[in-house]
């Protein structure tokens, strides 16, 4: 895919207004973490933009307006949301959504980067394809240099049938030697927390750093789903 350069200027991007930064506040993300990230708002709907950076370049844009549509800017390679912070560190925390790389680092945790585009309803059962066809995780491809560096990987992705299908096809690619994965914890008799964010707004950020300093090696937790599923 060719990719168009992109500037904030050209793609009507202003920094967050108090009614977006109370929006985000309300789900426990503070004003540092919206700076540091550089999370901003498109100027003609006030939808959120979550800007993606590599090197210090502006490569593409995701919008998340308030009732949780998503539009990523055309014409753009796909990364990682958070590639930047991963430069220079041997274990990476992979999770499904920009909210989510958020969440983490209010957990005290910079090392962490989102998918661009969400999860597959289930695990293929083909066989993985060659890069160049490998379309629906381009965006790994194109962060193969910083990925191949760590030595562990974290993977965080929503605790519903596409999070575990998006996790074993991340696992699939990067290597599931490599991999641990976060067991969010339960809610309550019937259901677990859904991912991050919920885990920081009803625990706090104690308790989603405790989560996630207790992720399991992938094959360990894989093979205790199966054995509640089988129960």
């Given at each position: 895919m060719s990719s168009r350069q992109v500037a904030e200027k050209s793609l009507g991007l202003e920094p967050l207004g108090e009614k977006l930064i109370a929006y985000l506040g309300e789900r426990m993300i503070s004003e540092g973490t919206l700076q540091r990230n550089s999370v901003m708002q498109r100027l003609h709907d006030q939808a959120i933009a979550f800007p993606y950076?590599?090197?210090g370049v502006l490569v593409g844009c995701k919008y998340r307006s308030m009732e949780r549509k998503f539009r990523q800017e055309k014409g753009t390679e796909k990364?990682?949301?958070g590639l930047d912070d991963i430069n220079?560190?041997?274990e990476v925390i992979i999770v499904e959504g920009e909210i989510d790389k958020l969440s983490v680092e209010e957990a005290g945790f910079q090392n962490c980067v989102s998918v661009p585009s969400g999860a597959p309803p289930k695990v293929s059962n083909r066989e993985l394809p060659p890069r160049e066809k490998d379309t629906g995780y381009q965006y790994?491809?194109?962060c193969k240099e910083h990925l191949d560096k760590v030595s562990r990987i974290i993977l965080g992705t929503d605790a519903?049938?596409?999070?575990h299908a998006l996790a074993e096809e991340l696992a699939r690619r990067l290597g599931k030697d490599r991999c641990?994965?976060?067991?969010w914890p339960?809610?309550?008799e019937f259901s677990y927390f859904k991912d991050a964010n919920e885990v920081l707004k009803c625990l706090g950020p104690g308790a989603l750093r405790?989560?996630?300093e207790n992720a399991e090696l992938y094959q360990l937790h894989v093979s205790g789903e199966a054995l509640q599923c089988a129960k």
């Open positions: 950076w590599h090197n990364w990682l949301y220079e560190t041997a790994l491809w194109n519903d049938t596409p999070g641990w994965r976060v067991r339960k809610k309550d405790e989560v996630i």
